[in-house]
Each structure stands twice: as C-alpha cells, then as structure tokens.
Nanobody
C-alpha cells in the first residue's frame, strides 16, 4: 500500500510562490509516475503536472507551463511542485497521486488528501 501526504499549501498573494511537497510512505516509490492534480470549487479535478520515475516523461498543463516545475527524489520518496508567479486562477486543492504515466485521473491509483492553495489578488 502506498500512502501520500501533501504539504506546503497556504495563502499567498498573486505573483508569489509556493513549493508543494508530497511524501510517500514505504521504502520506495517503485516505478510509479507521480502527478499533481488540482480541484477548484465547482470544477472537475484537473491535471497539473506529472513526472515518471526516471524523469524521462514530464508533462504540464498549458495553464501552468513556464510557471510550475515538478521534480522528485526517489531515494527520499518525495515529489515536489514549485509554483511561481501564482495567480488567483491557481486557487484549488492540490493533490499528489501515484500511478501510471498519464494526464487523467483514472491513470492514478494512489492519492493524497490534498493541500489547499489560495492565491489572493
């Protein structure tokens, strides 16, 4: 069983930055691709970014490309999302997830409980 716990969310002003972290339980993340999703009130959960185990596959939603950077440290069972130049449209609950390489919710079998990111204007 894989357990994921996000941290690093909070309240930030537009133009600011946050770094989200996700820690996986167990001794290894194995070969899981890790992804970040977000869900704003009244909207469906949407893909933000993903990274394969080796980093050979990295993907970003168009809305965050150039502003967010995903990374992982398999030895530490950690995945990160550096979020720069935040805007109010980034406000959402952010979830980390583990699964197969993809950009869809159904590609991921393991989910954290989420961390709130609120960007004020």
């Amino acid at each position: 069983q894989v357990q994921l716990v996000e941290s690093g969310g909070g309240l930030v002003q537009a133009g600011g930055s946050l770094r989200l972290s996700c820690k996986a339980s167990g001794r290894t993340l194995g070969s899981y691709t890790m992804g970040w999703f977000r869900q704003a009130p009244g909207k469906e959960r949407e893909f933000v970014s993903g990274i394969s185990w080796s980093g050979g596959w990295i993907s970003y939603a168009d809305s965050v490309k150039g502003r967010f950077t995903i990374s992982r440290d398999n030895n530490k069972n950690m995945v990160y999302l550096q979020m720069n130049n935040l805007n109010p449209e980034d406000t959402a609950v952010y979830y980390c997830a583990g699964g197969r390489t993809g950009r869809e919710v159904y590609d991921y079998a393991y989910w954290g409980q989420g961390t709130q990111v609120t960007v004020s204007s």
